[in-house]
Protein backbone atom coordinates (compact mmCIF):
# COMPACT_ATOMS: atom_id res chain seq x y z
CA UNK A 1 0.00 0.00 0.00
CA UNK A 2 1.29 3.54 -1.17
CA UNK A 3 1.05 6.03 1.33
CA UNK A 4 2.94 9.67 0.48
CA UNK A 5 2.31 12.43 3.15
CA UNK A 6 3.46 15.70 2.36
CA UNK A 7 3.67 18.93 4.81
CA UNK A 8 5.46 22.58 5.28
CA UNK A 9 3.44 24.49 2.68
CA UNK A 10 2.06 27.99 3.66
CA UNK A 11 1.52 31.31 2.50
CA UNK A 12 4.57 33.13 2.37
CA UNK A 13 5.70 36.94 0.76
CA UNK A 14 8.19 36.56 -2.32
CA UNK A 15 11.23 36.30 -1.32
CA UNK A 16 11.30 34.27 1.81
CA UNK A 17 11.66 30.57 2.27
CA UNK A 18 9.95 27.25 2.60
CA UNK A 19 10.99 23.70 3.75
CA UNK A 20 8.62 20.68 2.72
CA UNK A 21 8.82 17.51 3.41
CA UNK A 22 7.21 14.16 2.33
CA UNK A 23 7.03 10.97 4.23
CA UNK A 24 6.46 8.08 1.99
CA UNK A 25 5.39 4.77 3.00
CA UNK A 26 6.38 2.92 0.03
CA UNK A 27 8.28 -0.25 -1.08
CA UNK A 28 11.71 -0.59 -1.15
CA UNK A 29 12.27 3.55 -0.61
CA UNK A 30 15.98 3.75 -0.32
CA UNK A 31 16.30 2.10 -3.54
CA UNK A 32 13.88 4.71 -5.88
CA UNK A 33 14.58 7.95 -7.29
CA UNK A 34 11.76 10.99 -5.42
CA UNK A 35 10.46 13.56 -7.24
CA UNK A 36 8.72 16.80 -5.78
CA UNK A 37 6.23 18.11 -8.50
CA UNK A 38 3.74 20.90 -8.31
CA UNK A 39 0.53 21.82 -9.77
CA UNK A 40 -1.09 24.70 -10.55
CA UNK A 41 -5.03 24.48 -11.50
CA UNK A 42 -5.57 24.20 -14.99
CA UNK A 43 -2.28 23.11 -15.68
CA UNK A 44 -0.50 19.74 -16.11
CA UNK A 45 1.44 18.35 -13.07
CA UNK A 46 5.65 19.11 -13.46
CA UNK A 47 8.54 17.58 -11.80
CA UNK A 48 10.25 20.05 -10.00
CA UNK A 49 13.15 18.37 -8.61
CA UNK A 50 14.59 14.72 -7.97
CA UNK A 51 17.14 12.88 -6.37
CA UNK A 52 18.12 9.28 -7.06
CA UNK A 53 19.22 6.32 -4.64
CA UNK A 54 22.87 8.03 -4.91
CA UNK A 55 21.93 11.45 -4.13
CA UNK A 56 21.83 12.80 -7.55
CA UNK A 57 19.87 15.45 -8.19
CA UNK A 58 18.33 17.19 -11.26
CA UNK A 59 15.78 20.04 -11.03
CA UNK A 60 13.44 21.72 -13.18
CA UNK A 61 15.15 25.49 -14.88
CA UNK A 62 12.94 27.02 -13.28
CA UNK A 63 14.06 26.01 -9.44
CA UNK A 64 17.63 25.51 -10.26
CA UNK A 65 19.96 27.63 -8.06
CA UNK A 66 16.83 28.22 -5.16
CA UNK A 67 15.06 24.96 -4.34
CA UNK A 68 17.18 21.56 -3.12
CA UNK A 69 16.00 17.98 -2.67
CA UNK A 70 17.03 15.68 -0.12
CA UNK A 71 16.70 12.29 1.70
CA UNK A 72 16.91 10.61 4.93
CA UNK A 73 16.70 7.01 4.08
CA UNK A 74 16.43 5.93 7.36
CA UNK A 75 13.17 8.15 7.77
CA UNK A 76 11.56 6.98 4.25
CA UNK A 77 11.18 11.17 3.43
CA UNK A 78 12.26 13.18 1.20
CA UNK A 79 12.52 17.05 1.35
CA UNK A 80 12.45 20.42 -0.53
CA UNK A 81 14.30 23.16 0.52
CA UNK A 82 13.05 26.09 -1.38
CA UNK A 83 14.64 29.59 -1.16
CA UNK A 84 13.69 32.51 -2.53
CA UNK A 85 10.53 31.69 -3.49
CA UNK A 86 8.78 33.66 -6.26
CA UNK A 87 5.10 34.22 -7.13
CA UNK A 88 5.20 31.50 -9.93
CA UNK A 89 6.20 28.99 -7.22
CA UNK A 90 2.58 29.15 -5.73
CA UNK A 91 1.22 25.72 -6.47
CA UNK A 92 -0.02 22.52 -4.89
CA UNK A 93 3.18 19.86 -4.19
CA UNK A 94 3.25 16.92 -4.11
CA UNK A 95 6.01 13.95 -3.66
CA UNK A 96 6.78 10.40 -5.61
CA UNK A 97 8.90 7.81 -6.73
CA UNK A 98 9.92 8.68 -9.70
CA UNK A 99 11.12 6.82 -13.13
CA UNK A 100 14.83 6.52 -13.31
CA UNK A 101 15.40 8.60 -16.24
CA UNK A 102 12.08 10.60 -17.17
CA UNK A 103 9.76 12.65 -14.78
CA UNK A 104 6.89 9.82 -15.18
CA UNK A 105 5.74 9.10 -11.40
CA UNK A 106 5.76 5.47 -10.43
CA UNK A 107 2.65 5.10 -8.03
CA UNK A 108 -0.62 6.45 -9.45
CA UNK A 109 -1.47 7.18 -6.03
CA UNK A 110 -0.98 10.18 -4.69
CA UNK A 111 -1.06 11.98 -1.47
CA UNK A 112 -3.37 15.18 -0.40
CA UNK A 113 0.02 17.48 -1.60
CA UNK A 114 0.73 20.71 0.18
CA UNK A 115 -0.28 24.50 -0.68
CA UNK A 116 2.79 26.74 -1.13
CA UNK A 117 1.17 30.07 -2.21
CA UNK A 118 3.90 33.11 -2.45
CA UNK A 119 2.13 36.20 -2.56
CA UNK A 120 3.82 39.40 -4.77
Known amino acids: QVQLVESGGGLVQAGESLRLSCAAS????????MAWYRQVPGKQREMVAA???????NYADSVKGRFTISRDNANNTVYLQMNNLKPEDTAVYYC??????????????WGQGTQVTVSS
Open 96 to 109: NAANPVNPTPIFDS
Open 51 to 57: ITNGGSK
Open 26 to 33: ISFFSRRR
